[in-house]
């Protein structure tokens, strides 16, 4: 099967979290009719009554006209043509598991930065061997990409990743709108693995803030994490690409710097103090670097790249290392 996408194919959004509510807010300013998958009976309630979702992104008011939320999955799979993963890689088993349709003859595009806990996989990897789809029916939706800022039409870059560019460009102009640029690749396993290493990268910029460390370091600090990213990437997939281009190092930049990221948020709750348990509870959304961060670890051992900084966030959170004594060995390192 070839998977050829064109401009009639129809949209749905499996999610209800503020990324999938943004998505769901540039997909409107193109279609007619956008399917979405919502298993929260409060936010159904919401978006079906005021056009809101009263938990996230309470601000964007939807046409009702255009939207068909529904929290019957097999309902929304069955009316579209992609089908766009926007729900944190934790729950993403919960959220398909009461899918009875096929989706070999759907295009599936992850718009998903972490990694499916306990299985070890990307959310790419996972759909693939679970479903068993084929790469070519298979696109990511990712880059600096802060939801806050995209539903509020502030300027961001997104690069949209397929094996044929024409089927990037399609998905490219659905959620295409004024404030969104956007760009294109081919690289599925880089990109992939770019925006869940930068949430593990995240969280240790959030612990030295936390711990009192300043500019200073924080830019030698990063920096050292974009060399440890393109060096995983690199060695573990060997390929033609660029890592300073926006969805490597602008996605990683975005996430170490913002007040938005909650991954450095995660990270200077431990700098401060916290347990990673009491962090972890006081975090209103999914911060993925947590689970992301022992995925890492388990699939290095394969691969046994040097990875000082991954290895610390991992010690820190699975073997209540000391933060302060773990950062100040990496400051003797970098």
Not at 77 to 85: K, T
Not at 253 to 260: F, P
Not at 286 to 295: I, L
Request: net charge neutral.
């Amino acid at each position: 099967m070839e998977h050829k996408l064109n401009e009639k194919s129809i949209c749905a959004v499996i999610g209800y979290g503020s990324w999938a509510t943004a998505i769901v807010s540039l997909l409107v300013r193109n279609e007619t009719e956008v399917w979405w998958h919502i298993r929260n009976g409060e936010v159904l309630a919401g978006l079906l009554a005021e056009g809101r979702n009263p938990k996230y992104l309470n601000d964007l008011e939807f046409d009702r006209n255009l939207i068909r939320p529904s929290n019957d999955i097999n309902e929304v799979v069955s009316n579209a043509d992609i089908i766009i993963m926007a729900a944190p890689s934790a729950y993403l088993k919960d959220f398909l598991s009461g899918l009875n349709v096929s989706l070999k003859d759907k295009f599936i595009v992850s718009a998903i930065k972490g990694i499916i806990p306990g299985d070890y996989k990307t959310a790419v990897e996972y759909l693939h061997d679970t479903y068993d789809l084929t790469y070519r029916q298979i696109g990511i939706i990712s880059g600096p990409s802060h939801a806050e800022e995209v539903s509020r039409k502030k300027l961001s870059y997104l690069t949209i990743v397929c094996t044929d560019p024409d089927n990037s460009r399609i998905i490219g102009s659905k959620i295409s709108t004024e404030g969104i640029r956007l760009s294109y690749s081919t690289d599925i396993y880089g990109v992939e693995y770019a925006a869940i290493l930068k949430n593990i990268y995240a969280v240790s910029v959030g612990i030295a803030v936390g711990l009192g460390y300043g500019d200073n370091f924080l830019a030698v600090l990063i920096s050292n994490c974009a060399k440890e990213m393109t060096k995983f990437i690199m060695e573990s997939y060997p390929d033609t690409r660029d890592t300073m281009n926006s969805a490597y190092l602008g996605d990683l930049l975005v996430t170490c710097y913002s007040n938005y990221s909650r991954n450095r948020r995660l990270g200077l709750l431990i700098g401060r103090g916290h347990t990673v348990k009491s962090a972890l509870n006081e975090m209103t959304m999914v911060a993925e670097g947590y689970f992301a961060s022992d995925c890492i670890r388990h699939t290095n051992f394969r691969h046994k790249i040097d990875m000082p900084i991954a290895d610390m966030v991992y010690e820190i959170l699975y073997e209540k290392a000391s933060a302060r004594k773990k950062m100040a060995k990496l400051t003797e390192l970098l």
